[in-house]
Nanobody, 123 residues
Framework: QVRLVESGGGLVQPGGSLRLSCAVS????????LAWFRQAPDKEREFVATISSSDSPWNGASARGRFTVARDNTKNTAYLQMNYLKPEDTAVYYC?????????????????WGQGTQVTVSS
């Protein structure tokens, strides 16, 4: 059974930082691309960042310059370090795993999804 479990969300003030984790089990972690998406209330799911199976990171426009995606194949875990958080970063953040070779910013490229973790940026 494939499981993706996100953790690390919470309430943070504007300008603060959070680190999200995504623990993956049930698949050969090292061959999967890992991505982070987010969805705010009444908005569509949005690509945040991805890190390929070859350890190449790529940030979406909303994350560029503030967020860093990483993976640890020894722990079967992916991370999203989020700095300089803004109120508009408030959303449920989802981790996803997939083996697609293109369109890595598209949700359709990922077969497995976690349940999400809430991030709220507010003073």
């Amino acid at each position: 059974q494939v499981r993706l479990v996100e953790s690390g969300g919470g309430l943070v003030q504007p300008g603060g930082s959070l680190r999200l984790s995504c623990a993956v089990s049930g698949v050969t972690f090292s061959v999967y691309n890992l991505a982070w998406f987010r969805q705010a209330p009444d908005k569509e799911r949005e690509f945040v960042a991805t890190i390929s199976s070859s350890d190449s990171p790529w940030n979406g426009a909303s994350a560029r310059g503030r967020f860093t995606v990483a993976r640890d194949n020894t722990k079967n875990t992916a991370y999203l370090q989020m700095n300089y958080l803004k109120p508009e970063d408030t959303a449920v953040y989802y981790c996803a795993a997939g083996r697609g070779s293109s369109s890595l910013d598209s949700a359709s490229s990922y077969e497995y999804w976690g349940q999400g973790t809430q991030v709220t940026v507010s003073s």
